[in-house]
């Protein structure tokens, strides 16, 4: 295990454990190193220590650079939410909605919720008609958010153009279709 014996002495005071004292040749008939000292292996240490942290250090700033904000995450979920809510309320035929601004605040994950200004435009795009037949009113509805400061904001658009009856209700046909001739 210990290739000098003379070596091993002082190894064997420190219970049967390695020290990071590594074969060193105490004899005194050659002065050559055959390993590495406490000292050594200190300052490889400490060495390589300050490596890592000036390393972390020039790269946890761009990381956080490049991690989504969490003012305009807030602000997007906000926005999606408003429109999950409008697409709901404009499934059915009859229903409306009308432009409206709001403020109102978002709670942010691990800060102050932060005062917003909610919109809702609506925009009418027209009659569809198939074949010479009104199908239904097309329209656009923009949800938009934005912070006090205007530095971030959020902002989605659908449109809506076929809505589905009230429930409940009958559906009748548009024109009376000619029986076909020649049937039994």
Known sequence: MC??????????????KWALLLYVNV?????????????????SVGMAAFVLAATLAAVLP????????PTTTALRQL???????AGDLLKYSGSSLVPAT???????????????????QITNLGIWQV????????IAVTISA????????????MNVSTRAP?????IAPAALVPAPTGAP
């Open 3 to 16: 290739p000098w014996p003379e070596a091993c002495l002082p190894l064997a005071r420190f219970s049967g």
């Open 27 to 43: 004899s005194h008939e050659s002065q050559s190193e055959k390993g590495f000292s406490l000292p050594e292996v200190i300052v």
């Open 62 to 69: 761009a990381v956080h650079h490049l991690a989504p904000d």
């Open 79 to 85: 926005v999606d939410r408003e429109m999950h809510v």
């Open 102 to 120: 709001i403020a109102t605040s978002v709670p942010i994950p691990n800060a102050s919720p932060i005062p917003v200004t909610l919109q809702l």
């Open 131 to 138: 074949q010479n037949a009104t199908v239904g009113q097309a």
């Open 146 to 157: 934005h912070d006090a400061s205007g530095k971030h904001a959020a902002q989605a658009q």
């Open 166 to 170: 009230q429930p409940g209700m009958t």
